[in-house]
């Protein structure tokens, strides 16, 4: 079990930043990939980016490239995702996820995340 709690969330007009972070319940060099993920009003939940733990390699939705940046703190057993230059497309619900390295997801309760234009 991975219990993860995000902070962070908040509102912003459009070209601010806000920063997520995700803190796990136990190391992560025993989970395999952390992601961040949202849920924009009316829509489905969608990548936004993951990080694997143990190589640091990244991926990103290609409507954030360039504009957000995860990263992770093992010595805090914390994930963060950094977004910049937002806009009101990016108003979403943004939840956290782990996966082991068994298969198994754990998702965080989710932070709200608003851009005003």
């Known amino acids: 079990q991975v219990q993860l709690v995000e902070s962070g969330g908040g509102l912003v007009q459009a070209g601010g930043s806000l920063r997520l972070s995700c803190l796990a319940s136990?190391?992560?060099?025993?989970?395999?990939?952390m992601g961040w993920y949202r849920r924009p009003p009316g829509k489905q939940r969608e990548l936004v980016a993951t990080?694997?733990?143990?190589?640091?390699?990244?991926n990103y939705a290609d409507s954030v490239k360039g504009r957000f940046t995860i990263s992770k703190d093992t010595a805090k057993d914390t994930v963060s995702l950094q977004m910049n230059s937002l806009n009101p497309e990016d108003t979403a619900v943004y939840y956290c996820?782990?996966?082991?390295?068994?298969?198994?997801?754990?998702w965080g309760q989710g932070t709200q995340g608003t851009v005003s234009s």
């Open positions: 996820l782990a996966k082991s390295y068994s298969g198994s997801q754990y």
């Open positions: 136990r190391s992560l060099f025993s989970i395999n990939v």
């Open positions: 990080i694997i733990t143990s190589s640091g390699s990244t």
